[in-house]
Each structure stands twice: as structure tokens, then as C-alpha cells.
């Protein structure tokens, strides 16, 4: 499991997710009245297909490096208190939460944007990979790796 | 070793970190290679996949990493570098 946690700011990739009340009061800020938590959960079903299970790969070094890389830009992009994010690797069953991004601001409009905003750039550069299994029997795909060499 | 001894290698060495689908093909995760000294990103990627029918088929979409930071194709790899083959991305 690797992690950093500063005043503002606290990521963790792999290892056993901290519990919502823990996640929420690290953001919590006097001067911000919005707390805004996103879980990311294993879902029965992608591309018509049924999921049984995810299994994550990662560049745990590198996915932390990249998650401070995008939390700070954030920090600068948005009137954060404080924020977060937390990523399992290995399995997740369905039903079961993979990642958690959790902000604090001063209103709640600005809340939303900023989680979105982390969430596109962790599915766009943090070295975190899903590797999806079916209940078909057929074989497990990675995620992102189907592409084709053209 | 001193900067300017080095400068007079001929070849460095690297490790190289593999994740995804590329490891599972590689059958390991990590490994270290002695390369020409001067070698850059695009010109490693060349190399190896033509040995390594799995990167051959994702090269025009792995990402490198050099030292836990993306760098461009025309980046230097340099001795002691720790350089990794990111396949797009999937996490969330």
C-alpha cells in the first residue's frame, strides 16, 4: 500500500479503503459547506456483457505521484479545502467500491466540478488498470487493452 | 560512479516496469537491460517490440515512463533510469 497524507490532501493506492466518516472528516473545512463523495463501484454488466469481478494492476509509485499531480493542479483549478483519493488494486467483486475521490469548497456547484474533474483525469493518466472477468466463462479482458495494433 | 566516467559508457543500463497485459505476455514485471547509450523512448519501443509481439501490437498506444513521470518519445534513457510501459489506462 503506498499513501501521503498532508494537511489538504491524502491518497492511498491499494490497501483497505478508510471508512466515509473517516474520508469526510479529513475534508471537512470550517469555510467549506459542501462535502462531496464519490465511490466508484464494481458493476454487473459492461458492453452487454455480465461482470463477475474486476482485478486492478498498478504502478502504485506512479499512481500515487500522478493522483498528488492532479489533486494540486485541482487545488489551483478549484476553491478546494481539502480532497482525496483512494484506489484499491487486486479484486473487487461487484457491488464492492474501487475508488473513492472526496472534496470539500465553499459551495456545492463547485464541488461537483472538481470531483468530475479529478475523476476524468485519473481515468486519463493515473497507471491504475482493470481487468475484467464475465460470468460467460469467456476470457478476461484488460480494460483499454483491446485496442487493435492500427 | 563519477559524471564524467559515465559519459564515456558505451551502453547503461535499465529497468524496465511492466504492468497489465504486457506483464502477463513479458511473464515478469520487472527487469533490467543494458541498452546503447543515448537511446531514446521511441527508439527502446522499437527495439523491443521486435521480440515482444504484445508491445509490437500496443506500441502506437503505450505511454513511457521515465522515473515515475510521462516523458515524450525523443527522451534520452539514461543508466540507472526506471522506465514503464503504460498501456491506456483503466482505473476508477
Not at chain 1, 72 to 85: D, Q, V
Not at chain 2, 68 to 85: K, L, N, R, W
Request: hydrophobic share 40%.
Amino acid at each position: 500500500m503506498h499513501h501521503k497524507k498532508t494537511e489538504n490532501i491524502w491518497i492511498q493506492i491499494g490497501g483497505e479503503l478508510p471508512a466515509l466518516e473517516e474520508i469526510s472528516k479529513f475534508v471537512r473545512r470550517d469555510h467549506c459547506g459542501a462535502v462531496n463523495l464519490f465511490e466508484g463501484v464494481t458493476r454487473n454488466h459492461d458492453s452487454g456483457k455480465s461482470v463477475t469481478l474486476l482485478s486492478y494492476d498498478s504502478y502504485d509509485e506512479m499512481a500515487l505521484s500522478q493522483c498528488e499531480v492532479i489533486l494540486n493542479r485541482a487545488m489551483k483549478e478549484y476553491p478546494l479545502g481539502a480532497a482525496a483519493i483512494f484506489h484499491k488494486t487486486g479484486e473487487v467483486p461487484v457491488g464492492e467500491v474501487s475508488m473513492i475521490v472526496a472534496v470539500s469548497t465553499p459551495h456545492r456547484k463547485e464541488s461537483t466540478q472538481a470531483v468530475l474533474a479529478i475523476i476524468e483525469q485519473i481515468k486519463q493518466d493515473v497507471p491504475i488498470w482493470k481487468k475484467e472477468f464475465f460470468d460467460d466463462e469467456g476470457e478476461a479482458v484488460w480494460k483499454g487493452g483491446e485496442i487493435s495494433s492500427d | 560512479m563519477d559524471r564524467a566516467v559515465k559519459a564515456e559508457l558505451k551502453t547503461i543500463e535499465a529497468e524496465l516496469r511492466w504492468f497489465s497485459q504486457l506483464a502477463e505476455k513479458r511473464g515478469v514485471r520487472s527487469e533490467t537491460i543494458t541498452l546503447p547509450s543515448g537511446i531514446t523512448g521511441a527508439e527502446l519501443i522499437s527495439q523491443l517490440a521486435k521480440e515482444f509481439d504484445e508491445l509490437n501490437r500496443m506500441k502506437k498506444h503505450v505511454r513511457l515512463a521515465v522515473n515515475q513521470s510521462y516523458v515524450e518519445p525523443f527522451t534520452v534513457i539514461h543508466d540507472g533510469d526506471e522506465v514503464a510501459f503504460i498501456t491506456p489506462v483503466s482505473g476508477g
